[in-house]
T-cell receptor
Framework: DGGITQSPKYLFRKEGQNVTLSCEQNLNHDAMYWYRQDPGQGLRLIYYSQIVNDFQKGDIAEGYSVSREKKESFPLTVTSAQKNPTAFYLC?????????????????FGAGTRLSVL | KNEVEQSPQNLTAQEGEFITINCSYSVGISALHWLQQHPGGGIVSLFMLSSGKKKHGRLIATINIQEKHSSLHITASHPRDSAVYICAVRGSTLGRLYFGRGTQLTVWP
């Protein structure tokens, strides 16, 4: 079945450690996104990518890095520079629209990864 | 200030009741989304609309562009409707989404 797979479901990070969250999609979508969700807050955009080998910072990119070497994959690394990494991380993908509304079509979400600090 | 405001934050209902969740936004938009987040965290898209009204089963979504307001209605609510409902708007400039904080709905049998 087509969809988005995030792994792992739960992840623990030690002080000073980088961790990588996996996101894979087989929907043939061009656009992929990473969001962070904290209790009582709306989803916040970390990074997004509209095409392979290109990505853009979202609203809270500091302390995070991404790569887009393949259309299907958009891994997120939470670096040691991210001082408050405990959150629920969601990956999404969508087809691209055109013109000024290139993003923002219906997004398909993964099941999420819950990251905690040890 | 959040670009998207939802109300109420929490909503409790008895099975069979009619539910309304409201969403107001302050930016220019080209479309509005309603999403459902299940207790495990997974999110599914319920509606994307840019005008008028859409219906899917017991769910109805309406939008008033002039008033910058949308409502999600659930008729004959059921315990399986218990979830967080999230309103998101697609900005008219770049097209990226801005999300509300969500409404936690609990329907008791």
């Amino acid at each position: 079945d087509g969809g988005i797979t995030q792994s792992p479901k739960y992840l623990f990070r030690k002080e000073g450690q980088n961790v990588t969250l996996s996101c894979e999609q087989n929907l043939n979508h061009d656009a992929m996104y990473w969001y962070r969700q904290d209790p009582g807050q709306g989803l916040r955009l970390i990074y997004y990518s509209q095409i392979v080998n290109d990505f853009q910072k979202g609203d809270i990119a500091e302390g995070y890095s991404v790569s887009r070497e393949k259309k299907e994959s958009f891994p997120l690394t939470v670096t040691s520079a991210q001082k408050n990494p405990t959150a629920f991380y969601l990956c999404a993908s969508s087809i691209l629209g055109t013109g000024t509304v290139a993003l923002g079509n219906i997004q398909y979400f993964g099941a999420g990864t819950r990251l905690s600090v040890l | 200030k959040n670009e998207v405001e939802q109300s109420p934050q929490n909503l409790t209902a008895q099975e069979g009741e009619f539910i309304t969740i409201n969403c107001s936004y302050s930016v220019g938009i080209s479309a509005l989304h309603w999403l459902q987040q299940h207790p495990g965290g997974g999110i599914v898209s319920l509606f994307m609309l840019s005008s008028g009204k859409k219906k899917h089963g017991r769910l109805i979504a309406t939008i008033n562009i002039q008033e910058k307001h949308s409502s999600l209605h659930i008729t004959a609510s059921h315990p399986r409707d218990s979830a967080v409902y999230i309103c998101a708007v697609r900005g008219s400039t770049l097209g990226r989404l801005y999300f509300g904080r969500g409404t936690q709905l609990t329907v008791w049998p």
